[in-house]
């Protein structure tokens, strides 16, 4: 596997071939909180004049190695490469014409200029702040209650009908994501503004080892009777974090209503055939 010096002076030796403006890189490889390891890609900007002369033709893609797969991908006016390699380097390139450099930056949390012999990235500072958390409000506190006794309606729904992915995609994507949130606001009440990373990758930092452990017990979706199992105590594990939020800020938590929703889906989904045979 080359090291990192191998991979960017090949980054940078192939941007000097193309005659880029400017070279930049951002994700983990940029933030010394992030891991080190072999699974870190390299998130690499080409700024460029040119852009649809370079599309036109990719072969000199081939200057970064042999690749195993790739994939392109259009992104408002820049393209995206995403390429793995052979000795499982991985470097995600996007060009992006130097009109639009603006427009990058606002999708990246920080990044470090490489390459900038006309200074176009000058008028820029980057933003290390994207997936920082503010304290929540009582309004963002009462809409996410909402959202998570709403949404466990759907769950029930789905696995009484035995539609497993419809389940698994709410209770997943949309319930237990209300539940990450009171979680990140148990953080920021006490700290303040706090960095939790992308899709909440630092957030057990900040908690207990045993939340962690708790929360992870929860991602069992393989069948009806695990979903069955993971929605209650995802439901028992908002129920008691929200009770909790609701004392140290004071703020109002509409406990009657979660209360039927756990009734609700008990007397649904205790009596299913699925679940008492």
């Known amino acids: 596997m080359r090291t990192e010096t191998e991979m960017l002076d090949v980054i940078l030796k192939t941007a000097e071939t193309l005659q880029v403006a400017a070279v930049a890189m951002s994700g983990s490889r940029t933030n010394p909180k992030a891991l080190k390891d072999?699974?870190?890609?390299?998130?690499?900007?080409?700024?460029?004049e040119n852009l649809d002369e370079l599309i036109s033709d990719l072969s000199w893609t081939d200057q970064f190695g042999k690749r195993i797969i790739e994939q392109e991908v259009r992104l408002g006016h820049r393209r995206l490469f995403l390429m793995l390699f052979e000795d499982g380097n991985r470097i995600d390139l996007t060009l992006c014409p130097k009109e639009y450099i603006k427009e990058w930056i606002e999708?990246?949390?920080?990044f470090t200029v490489l390459e900038d012999p006309k200074g176009l990235f000058a008028p820029y500072s980057p933003n290390p702040q994207r997936y920082w958390t503010n304290p929540a409000s009582q309004i963002d506190f009462e809409k996410a209650c909402n959202e998570f006794w709403w949404v466990s309606a759907y769950v029930v729904k789905g696995i009484c009908r035995k539609q497993v992915i419809y389940a698994t995609d709410h209770l997943y994507g949309i319930c237990q994501q209300e539940l990450l949130k009171i979680l990140v606001w148990q953080v920021a009440s006490d700290r303040g503004k706090v960095d939790i990373g992308k899709n909440y990758k630092y957030l057990?930092?900040?908690?207990?080892?045993?939340k962690e452990k708790e929360f992870t017990a929860l991602l069992d979706f393989f069948d009806q009777k695990s979903l069955t199992k993971s929605l209650f105590a995802t439901m028992n594990f908002f129920h008691k974090e929200a009770q909790a939020f609701s004392l140290k800020t004071g703020f109002h938590y509409d406990k009657v209503t979660a209360e039927k929703m756990i009734e609700y889906a008990k007397e649904r989904l205790e009596t299913n055939e699925t679940f008492t045979k």
């Open 107 to 110: 999708s990246e949390a920080d």
């Open 204 to 210: 057990f930092q900040y908690l207990p080892a045993e």
């Open 38 to 48: 072999e699974f870190q890609d390299y998130d690499v900007v080409y700024v460029v």
